[in-house]
């Protein structure tokens, strides 16, 4: 009888125990990306008005052009990336060391193939002259876009390096490391820019800082340990083809993803010039604290659903994953919506806004945090064939809406015309609550009623503070959503 019963004490146990394991990752995962966040942040913030002083709209504008093209050599992922992390994960599950080498050995080289190709391709584009011809580049712009091309490729190929952690359920140490990068980077770039050092040379440093943490924890992790040696390592074209075939789905949400944030900077460049996409790309740093940094959850999410099988199991996780994702989005669309325009104002003085510029970079913040959800559980519930088209559709339809946008209302009609088409989501957000054993309602919705009077009360001291002049209220006001989502991140996590 005592034999009988120990499956059933065991398994409750093990049930529990990967429950605060998860939960803990998804803690740990969010603490780290939040203050890898502010540190990148406390970049631009910090460094926005000295480096306006130093190098004048057009080199700042640069600076920036330079910043997105590192986030847009995403590009050059293929779909690796996240194809890799679901065959480390699913080997993993398997206990099959070789078929975990293997995945991370091709990943690799298909990687660096890719890289490579993309590399040539910007070197041609520069030497050509077509890059600052169409991007309207100041002199020796094209040498800081095309050195930010390789620095960016070797620093992708050390992040991709890192994926068995993540595979682990241990993302959170990649994005300790590179938390550590950013924070070196401020002091390192800020002492760079106040002794006048050129674009090119604050460019080098910041890869640098960034690169360096992650070759470190590679080593200290043994990873290096988990590769074939040269000799062993399958290198034939087939092997690169077969692999960016099979992540090409993957591929497709890389693409929407990048196209529909930072490739907006350079329409706005080649509209407009590089000092305007200069200023857009501050407010598209500013929204990632909603689309990005609030969405962060749903990364550690992609594994944890990819190895559960039950769907009350996957509605559990997702439940939370989504709940993490809106207490750290709302209360920062809130503020935006409310003094987005006067924030943007303590660095763009002389600038002239439209009011409704706050309430766009809610909403593009909150379409992108939305989007970058369904595409990540996409990928753990093997729905990525549908999210990938549905996200090409959405980055299309933005692309077209925020050109139009631009027409008609400058900087904020390319951020609201360039968040219409996350409706197009709710395709892919309907066969997730379906996996989960819901409707939409009842996975998406019905979860947020318990942030409802958190939210509200952030939204009427939000209000309040608009009707003031001063600062310290204003900053108030921002400390009271802090405590609020703290005290609600506590709750979570009871």
């Known amino acids: 009888m005592i034999a009988l019963e120990q499956p059933e004490i065991a398994a409750p146990k093990a049930v529990a125990n990967e429950r605060r394991t998860y939960l803990k990752e998804l803690l740990s995962n969010q603490i780290w990306q939040s203050a890898n966040f502010i540190s990148k942040g406390l970049l631009f ?43 480390l994960t699913e080997a993993l599950r398997n206990n099959d060391e070789a078929e975990f080498r293997r995945a991370l050995s091709e990943g690799l080289l298909t990687f660096v193939a890719v890289l490579g190709l993309a590399t040539i391709l910007a070197a041609g584009f520069a030497a050509t002259g077509w890059m600052g011809i169409l991007l309207k580049l100041p002199a020796g712009g094209q040498l800081v876009l095309v050195t930010t091309v390789i620095l960016t490729g070797i620093s992708m190929t050390t992040t991709l390096a890192l994926e068995p952690l993540a595979a682990r359920g241990r993302l959170s140490e990649t994005k300790a490391a590179n938390t550590w990068g950013a924070i070196a980077a401020l002091p390192v770039c800020g002492v760079a820019v106040w002794f006048h050092a050129s674009i090119l040379t604050v460019v080098i440093l910041n890869s640098l800082c960034l690169i360096v943490p992650n070759v470190v924890l590679m080593i200290n992790a043994g990873i290096h340990s988990q590769l074939p040696s040269l000799k062993g390592l399958n290198c034939k074209p087939s092997v690169i083809f077969h692999t960016l075939f099979s992540g090409i789905w993957y591929y497709a949400t890389t693409i929407a993803g990048t196209v529909k944030t930072h490739g907006l900077t350079f329409i706005v460049s080649h509209l407009a010039g590089p000092a305007e996409a200069g200023v857009f790309y501050f407010m598209l740093r500013m929204t990632e604290t909603i689309g990005n940094l609030g969405s962060t959850a749903s990364e550690t999410s992609l594994a944890s659903l990819a190895s559960t099988k039950e769907p009350a199991e996957r509605g559990e996780k997702f439940h939370h994953c989504w709940l993490y994702v809106a207490l750290f989005c709302l209360p920062g669309a809130v503020i935006f919506a409310f003094q987005g325009n006067w924030m943007l104002h303590l660095w763009f003085r002389h600038q002239d806004f439209l009011w409704v510029v706050g309430v766009g970079m809610a909403i593009f913040g909150l379409a992108g945090a939305f989007s970058r959800v369904i595409v990540n559980a996409s990928m753990g519930l093997q729905l990525v064939k549908t999210a990938a088209i549905s996200n090409l559709g959405e980055a299309t339809t933005n692309i077209v809406c925020a050109i139009i946008g631009y027409k008609l209302a400058g900087l904020p009609g390319v951020l609201i015309g360039g968040c219409i088409g ?72 009871r």
């Open 422 to 493: 996350a409706l197009i989501m709710l395709l892919p957000a309907g066969k997730i609550a379906a996996l989960c054993g819901e409707k939409f309602f009842g996975a998406f919705v019905r979860p947020l009623s318990g942030l409802s009077l958190a939210i509200a009360l952030i939204v009427i001291t939000q209000a309040a503070a608009i009707f003031t002049n001063s600062i310290i209220v204003r900053f108030a006001s921002f400390a009271f959503a802090g405590v609020i989502t703290l005290s609600q991140w506590r709750r979570l996590h």
């Open 45 to 87: 913030l910090l460094l926005t008005p000295l480096m306006l002083k130093r190098w004048g709209a057009d080199g700042y504008g640069l600076f920036g052009l330079s910043s997105s093209l590192l986030v847009s050599m995403a590009l050059t992922d293929g779909g690796v990336r996240s194809l890799t992390r679901i065959r």
